[in-house]
Protein backbone atom coordinates (compact mmCIF):
# COMPACT_ATOMS: atom_id res chain seq x y z
CA UNK A 1 0.00 0.00 0.00
CA UNK A 2 1.48 3.12 -1.05
CA UNK A 3 2.08 6.39 1.65
CA UNK A 4 -0.84 8.09 -0.63
CA UNK A 5 -2.96 5.19 0.10
CA UNK A 6 -2.00 4.77 3.87
CA UNK A 7 -2.94 8.59 4.63
CA UNK A 8 -6.15 8.53 2.58
CA UNK A 9 -7.03 5.15 4.49
CA UNK A 10 -6.07 6.41 7.21
CA UNK A 11 -8.35 9.71 7.05
CA UNK A 12 -11.44 7.84 6.07
CA UNK A 13 -11.32 5.70 9.19
CA UNK A 14 -11.22 9.08 11.22
CA UNK A 15 -14.04 10.75 9.79
CA UNK A 16 -16.31 7.72 9.95
CA UNK A 17 -15.32 7.15 13.31
CA UNK A 18 -16.30 11.13 13.73
CA UNK A 19 -19.87 10.69 12.20
CA UNK A 20 -20.33 7.81 14.08
CA UNK A 21 -19.49 9.45 16.91
CA UNK A 22 -21.69 12.86 16.23
CA UNK A 23 -25.24 13.34 17.68
CA UNK A 24 -27.66 16.12 17.24
CA UNK A 25 -26.46 17.44 21.11
CA UNK A 26 -23.13 17.75 20.04
CA UNK A 27 -23.45 20.04 17.32
CA UNK A 28 -26.31 21.62 19.66
CA UNK A 29 -23.29 22.33 22.11
CA UNK A 30 -21.43 23.68 18.95
CA UNK A 31 -24.45 25.76 17.94
CA UNK A 32 -24.25 27.19 21.59
CA UNK A 33 -21.04 27.45 22.12
CA UNK A 34 -19.64 31.11 23.81
CA UNK A 35 -18.04 31.15 20.11
CA UNK A 36 -21.27 31.06 18.00
CA UNK A 37 -24.12 31.56 20.56
CA UNK A 38 -24.26 35.26 19.55
CA UNK A 39 -24.48 34.34 15.61
CA UNK A 40 -26.97 31.60 16.45
CA UNK A 41 -29.27 33.91 18.09
CA UNK A 42 -28.93 36.56 16.00
CA UNK A 43 -30.45 34.30 13.20
CA UNK A 44 -32.49 32.51 14.75
CA UNK A 45 -36.61 33.09 13.37
CA UNK A 46 -39.35 33.94 15.54
CA UNK A 47 -40.81 30.71 16.76
CA UNK A 48 -42.96 29.31 19.72
CA UNK A 49 -41.41 26.97 22.11
CA UNK A 50 -42.36 23.68 20.65
CA UNK A 51 -40.42 20.26 20.87
CA UNK A 52 -38.19 20.99 18.42
CA UNK A 53 -37.32 24.86 18.17
CA UNK A 54 -34.63 26.12 15.50
CA UNK A 55 -31.73 25.25 17.00
CA UNK A 56 -33.02 22.19 18.34
CA UNK A 57 -34.19 21.05 14.76
CA UNK A 58 -30.74 22.17 13.20
CA UNK A 59 -28.70 20.16 15.27
CA UNK A 60 -30.58 16.81 14.89
CA UNK A 61 -30.48 18.25 10.48
CA UNK A 62 -26.97 18.03 10.68
CA UNK A 63 -26.61 14.65 13.07
CA UNK A 64 -28.94 13.35 10.21
CA UNK A 65 -27.21 14.38 7.53
CA UNK A 66 -23.96 12.83 8.61
CA UNK A 67 -26.07 9.53 9.87
CA UNK A 68 -25.23 6.51 7.78
CA UNK A 69 -29.00 6.14 8.34
CA UNK A 70 -30.05 9.67 6.90
CA UNK A 71 -33.80 8.63 7.84
CA UNK A 72 -36.04 11.19 9.75
CA UNK A 73 -37.18 8.20 11.76
CA UNK A 74 -33.76 7.79 12.62
CA UNK A 75 -32.75 11.27 13.83
CA UNK A 76 -35.89 11.34 16.06
CA UNK A 77 -35.53 8.51 17.65
CA UNK A 78 -32.24 9.44 18.69
CA UNK A 79 -33.76 12.86 19.96
CA UNK A 80 -36.12 10.66 21.76
CA UNK A 81 -33.67 8.37 23.20
CA UNK A 82 -31.26 11.32 24.37
CA UNK A 83 -34.41 12.96 26.05
CA UNK A 84 -34.92 9.83 27.97
CA UNK A 85 -31.33 9.50 29.05
CA UNK A 86 -31.65 13.08 29.94
CA UNK A 87 -34.41 12.24 32.92
CA UNK A 88 -37.04 14.49 30.33
CA UNK A 89 -40.63 13.25 29.28
CA UNK A 90 -40.75 10.65 26.69
CA UNK A 91 -42.16 11.59 23.67
CA UNK A 92 -43.96 10.59 20.42
CA UNK A 93 -41.51 9.32 17.64
CA UNK A 94 -43.63 10.27 15.01
CA UNK A 95 -41.86 12.37 12.72
CA UNK A 96 -44.51 14.68 11.62
CA UNK A 97 -43.06 17.54 14.32
CA UNK A 98 -39.46 17.17 13.05
CA UNK A 99 -40.12 17.24 9.19
CA UNK A 100 -42.44 20.45 9.78
CA UNK A 101 -39.73 22.22 11.67
CA UNK A 102 -36.79 21.28 9.52
CA UNK A 103 -39.10 22.81 6.58
CA UNK A 104 -39.48 25.88 8.67
CA UNK A 105 -35.53 26.46 9.33
CA UNK A 106 -34.63 30.04 7.64
CA UNK A 107 -32.30 29.76 4.69
CA UNK A 108 -30.93 32.74 5.33
CA UNK A 109 -30.06 31.13 8.73
CA UNK A 110 -28.26 28.04 7.16
CA UNK A 111 -26.19 30.10 5.10
CA UNK A 112 -24.82 32.45 7.59
CA UNK A 113 -24.38 29.69 10.02
CA UNK A 114 -21.97 27.83 6.92
CA UNK A 115 -20.59 31.05 6.63
CA UNK A 116 -20.20 31.80 10.95
CA UNK A 117 -18.62 28.55 11.21
CA UNK A 118 -15.92 28.62 8.15
CA UNK A 119 -15.15 31.92 9.04
CA UNK A 120 -14.50 30.32 12.80
CA UNK A 121 -12.17 27.28 11.54
CA UNK A 122 -9.96 29.73 9.11
CA UNK A 123 -9.32 32.12 12.01
CA UNK A 124 -7.88 29.02 14.17
CA UNK A 125 -6.18 27.43 11.07
CA UNK A 126 -2.28 26.87 11.87
CA UNK A 127 0.18 28.67 9.61
CA UNK A 128 1.91 25.68 8.86
CA UNK A 129 -1.55 24.28 6.66
CA UNK A 130 -1.09 27.25 4.69
CA UNK A 131 0.32 27.15 1.36
CA UNK A 132 3.32 29.23 0.81
CA UNK A 133 2.23 31.48 3.24
CA UNK A 134 -1.13 31.76 1.75
CA UNK A 135 -4.83 31.02 2.27
CA UNK A 136 -6.12 28.64 -0.82
CA UNK A 137 -9.62 28.75 -1.74
CA UNK A 138 -11.28 26.26 -3.82
CA UNK A 139 -14.42 26.71 -5.93
CA UNK A 140 -16.61 23.67 -6.80
CA UNK A 141 -20.03 23.04 -8.04
CA UNK A 142 -22.46 20.61 -8.76
CA UNK A 143 -26.33 20.38 -9.77
CA UNK A 144 -28.81 18.69 -7.38
CA UNK A 145 -32.58 17.19 -8.74
CA UNK A 146 -35.60 18.81 -7.01
CA UNK A 147 -38.63 17.57 -5.72
CA UNK A 148 -41.48 18.08 -8.39
CA UNK A 149 -43.37 20.80 -6.63
CA UNK A 150 -45.44 23.90 -8.62
CA UNK A 151 -43.33 26.32 -6.49
CA UNK A 152 -39.97 24.24 -7.56
CA UNK A 153 -40.82 23.56 -11.45
CA UNK A 154 -41.15 27.63 -11.61
CA UNK A 155 -37.95 28.74 -10.03
CA UNK A 156 -35.52 26.04 -10.79
CA UNK A 157 -36.05 24.59 -14.90
CA UNK A 158 -35.52 21.38 -15.57
CA UNK A 159 -33.13 20.13 -18.26
CA UNK A 160 -34.03 21.07 -22.03
CA UNK A 161 -34.24 17.66 -23.51
CA UNK A 162 -37.36 16.51 -21.17
CA UNK A 163 -41.14 17.23 -21.95
CA UNK A 164 -42.65 20.13 -19.67
CA UNK A 165 -44.01 18.77 -16.31
CA UNK A 166 -41.84 15.27 -16.91
CA UNK A 167 -38.53 16.33 -15.23
CA UNK A 168 -37.38 16.95 -11.93
CA UNK A 169 -36.43 20.49 -11.28
CA UNK A 170 -32.75 20.97 -10.85
CA UNK A 171 -30.30 23.86 -9.10
CA UNK A 172 -26.94 25.02 -9.33
CA UNK A 173 -24.84 24.58 -5.99
CA UNK A 174 -21.67 26.72 -6.01
CA UNK A 175 -19.42 26.80 -2.70
CA UNK A 176 -16.12 28.50 -1.92
CA UNK A 177 -13.90 26.15 0.31
CA UNK A 178 -10.62 26.35 2.31
CA UNK A 179 -8.08 24.93 0.84
CA UNK A 180 -6.03 23.96 4.39
CA UNK A 181 -9.03 23.45 6.56
CA UNK A 182 -11.63 21.88 4.34
CA UNK A 183 -14.12 24.22 5.52
CA UNK A 184 -17.04 25.26 3.57
CA UNK A 185 -16.57 29.34 3.63
CA UNK A 186 -19.75 30.58 1.23
CA UNK A 187 -21.97 29.24 -1.38
CA UNK A 188 -25.00 29.82 -3.33
CA UNK A 189 -27.58 28.00 -5.05
CA UNK A 190 -28.96 29.22 -8.46
CA UNK A 191 -31.04 28.25 -11.31
CA UNK A 192 -29.14 25.30 -13.77
CA UNK A 193 -28.82 26.22 -16.95
CA UNK A 194 -27.03 24.76 -19.88
Not at 79 to 99: D, E, H, W
Request: net charge positive; hydrophobic share 30%; aromatic share 6%.
Amino acid sequence: MSINSKVRHHQQRRLQEYTKNSDAYSFFNQLTSPELLSTTESLLPEHRERLYPPTETLSMFLAQALNEDRSCQKAVNDAAVTRMIGGLPSVSTNTGGYCQARQRLPLAMLSEMVRSTGELMNSRLSKKWLWRGRRVRLIDGTTLTMPDTEANQARYPQQSNQKPGLGFPICRLVGIICLSSGAILNASMGRYQG
